[in-house]
């Protein structure tokens, strides 16, 4: 099956919601409430971890995850072949499903595409949606700078969200990165408290129990990425923002946490359609 868009404004008939056992604040259940209050007729099936429950090949999974794996943020490199350790690493954090990765990052197209190979076939259909929360922290190279930039969301089949993500990819506000050039221009690192206090309430941490209400938006984009091929909102206060900054989600999720006018009649008028 392709990954091309469907246009067609209908909504899936079946979601299935992938837990993220390293993210103990993200409480899938109420996710789960989420949708279902926004979309009473989805068929929304809870699910534990996507690559525990699909991986049927540790050793195949771990060399295919491990050659997704980005080595710098400049410059687009072709796919290597993984490194033995890289493929251990992934290995052990397969065994371990309730540790969180730290400091690797993802191609986010060779990620979701690693995670699309082990869908089954009879799951891979337009009216099913899969929405996966992964710790893994994965980029898109973005031609316009020459970079990789980190993402929350990569929208698709499957959808991957990013609990990491959600913590790392949007930028911290700038009074954050003056303090880290200060200690920097010393040769000095920032003492993590003094960075913190700094930008306190005004982003969200690992940890965090806002994780769960922010997330809610971006399970609400890969949905309308599904039905209408475009996830995204230009209105700072619609929870389909297009977040570039923490203070951005913040707005968007927690103050606001509803959807625009547009995209509220938009989903109504999808969700009446699907009861036919
Ligand atoms: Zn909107």
């Given at each position: 099956m392709s990954s091309s868009r469907k246009a067609d404004r209908t909504l899936p008939s079946v979601v299935y919601l992938y837990d993220e056992p390293s993210t103990p604040s993200l409480r899938i259940g109420e996710i789960e409430d989420f949708l279902k209050e926004k979309i009473p007729d989805l068929d929304v099936r809870m699910r534990k971890d996507f690559l525990s429950f699909h991986s049927r090949d540790l050793d195949k999974l771990a060399e295919k995850l491990a050659a997704t794996k980005v080595r710098g943020m400049e410059g687009l490199k072709e796919e290597a072949e993984p490194l033995y350790g890289e493929v251990q690493f992934e290995k052990r954090m397969l065994r371990e499903p309730h540790r969180r990765i730290m400091g690797m990052l993802y191609d986010g197209f060779r990620l979701q595409q690693a995670f699309r190979e082990l869908l089954p076939e009879k799951e891979l259909r337009t009216d099913f949606a899969h929405v996966v929360f992964t710790n893994r922290i994965f980029c898109t190279y973005e031609k316009g700078d020459a970079r990789y930039h980190a993402r929350v969301i990569m929208c698709g089949y499957p959808s991957l969200i990013s609990t990491s993500g959600l913590v790392e990819a949007p930028a911290k506000p700038k009074e954050f990165y003056v303090i880290k050039q200060k200690y920097a221009a010393v040769g000095a690192e920032p003492p993590v408290e003094e960075l913190k206090e700094s930008i306190k309430g005004r982003f969200i941490d690992h940890g965090d129990e806002n994780i769960t209400q922010a997330l809610k938006g971006y399970v609400l984009q890969s949905l309308f990425y599904h039905a209408t091929g475009e996830p995204f909102c230009?209105?700072?206060?619609?929870?389909?923002f297009n977040a570039h900054w923490q203070e951005e989600v913040i707005n968007a999720q927690i103050v606001s946490g509803r959807l625009c006018s547009v995209h509220g009649e938009m989903l109504r008028e999808m969700v009446g359609s699907q009861k036919g």
């Open positions: 230009k209105d700072r206060n619609c929870i389909l």
